[in-house]
Every structure is written in C-alpha cells, then in structure tokens.
C-alpha cells in the first residue's frame, strides 16, 4: 500500500514556542492530505483538508491562526502549531487518498507535549 | 446524528476464536465506502478492509470479513482465530460519493485478546 511518513514522531516544547510536523507521501503523489488530533481513547478528530497549492479547509472549531497548514507540494504538507500552549498537548495524525478503494494512509503520527 | 457509530467501548474475545466488533452508519447518500482501520498502541492507523455500498458480496481479507447489512445501515467487522496481536482500537469509517475525500470515523472499539 501507499507509504505516508510523518516528522517528528515525538516533540516536547515549551510554552509559547512553535512547532512544525512534516508528512510526506513516499510513493505517490497526493493533492489532499488531511490532519487530525486525537486525545487519549478518543477517536480521530479531523482539523483541517490540505490542498496543494491553495488554502487549507479548515474544521468548524478549529483556529487557522493557531494551526498553520501548508501544502506546497504534492508530496508534502506540514502543520505548524504556533505559540503552542499545554492544551495543544495531543497526538496529531496526517494521511493522504490513495489505493484502489480511495482509502486514506495514515502517517504514524507525532506526539506532541507542550510544558 | 453521528454518522458513525460503534457502541462497544471495549470487547474480550479469547485467542482463536473469531469476534464481532459493531459498526451502524447513517447516510442519506446511495454510493459511499465503508472503512476498517486497527490502531495499536504504536499510534499507528492501519487499513483492514473496505466494502462499497453497491458491492453485492460481504468483503473478505484474510482474516478480517466485513458483514454488510444494508437495510440496517451495519457494516460488522469479524475477526476469526483472534491473535495476541490483534488487541488494539478498531475503528469504522465511512466515506460518502464515490470521490468524497472526507472520512467520518466512530469512537472506536479497544479490542482485548485473551490468551
């Protein structure tokens, strides 16, 4: 299957710095990416639809200011937390449409801890 | 209404006996995707299974087979010869229109395997 790699798989920043996370599509070319945010025992919660080439889609709830998403090329998105605070604490997860059923690959995710 | 729903928290099956992990779906659309995914506790998504709303047979993988009950909107996963390996979190996804790329995920189900 299509190979979605994710980068770094485990930050710990502190409070008011901001922090960057890369995924990349390692073998195929992906047009929209998506970034969610799970919480511990919770289900993935979709943020924002990455488009290259033009704005993100953002969540209702979901602050564009706040998580800076840019997909400059058709293999990579990053999300960037700005000035990120404890609450940003989370494990974010990014994928990509692929495969013959139109399924999403999952990168492995980063862990994000904010002191 | 949630678009998903998976109503088991958490399921005990013991090693080599097959399981049922629930999954409804609300939808107004003739034409969408329904979607499997296993998450260990790594982080990591994994892709099990798909069954397309006009698929006239119940989707098989190995050991994974998806019980496709159309008139009542379930799609069950079933593992046979349950593994140690298998305990993780399940999740049902549902993908609307055939393109669509937004997934709607259910709260999951914590899958224990017994030795």
């Known amino acids: 299957g299509a190979v979605v790699s994710q980068h770094p798989s485990r930050v710990i920043c502190k409070s008011g710095t901001s922090v960057k996370i890369e995924c990349r599509s390692l073998?195929?070319?992906?047009?929209?990416m998506f970034w969610y945010r799970q919480f511990p025992k919770q289900s993935l919660m979709l943020m924002a639809t990455?488009?290259?080439?033009?704005?993100?889609?953002?969540e209702q709830g979901v602050e564009k200011d706040k998580f800076l998403i840019n997909h400059a090329s058709l293999t990579l998105s990053t999300l960037t937390v700005t000035s990120a605070h404890p609450e940003d604490s989370s494990f974010y997860i990014c994928?990509?449409?692929?495969?013959?059923?139109?399924?999403?690959?999952f990168g492995p995710g980063t862990r994000l801890t904010v002191l | 209404a949630q678009k998903i729903t998976q109503t088991q928290p958490g399921m005990f099956v013991q090693e080599k006996e097959a399981v049922t992990l629930d999954c409804t779906y609300d939808?107004?659309?003739?034409?969408?995707?329904l979607f499997w995914y296993k998450q260990p506790s790594s982080g990591e998504m994994i892709f099990l299974i798909y069954?397309?709303?006009?698929?006239?047979q119940n989707a098989t993988e190995g050991r994974y087979s998806l019980n496709f009950q159309k008139a009542r909107k379930s799609a069950n996963l079933v593992i046979s010869a349950s593994q140690l390996g298998d305990s993780a979190m399940y999740f049902c996804?549902?993908?609307?229109?055939?393109?669509?790329?937004?997934?709607?995920f259910g709260t999951g189900t914590s899958l224990t395997v017994i030795p």
């Open positions: 939808t107004s659309d003739q034409s969408y995707g």
């Open positions: 994928s990509a449409t692929a495969g013959p059923y139109n399924e999403q690959f």
């Open positions: 996804a549902m993908r609307e229109g055939t393109r669509g790329n937004q997934f709607y």
């Open positions: 069954q397309g709303s006009y698929d006239e």
């Open positions: 990455s488009n290259e080439g033009s704005k993100a889609t953002y």
């Open positions: 073998d195929f070319q992906a047009t929209t």
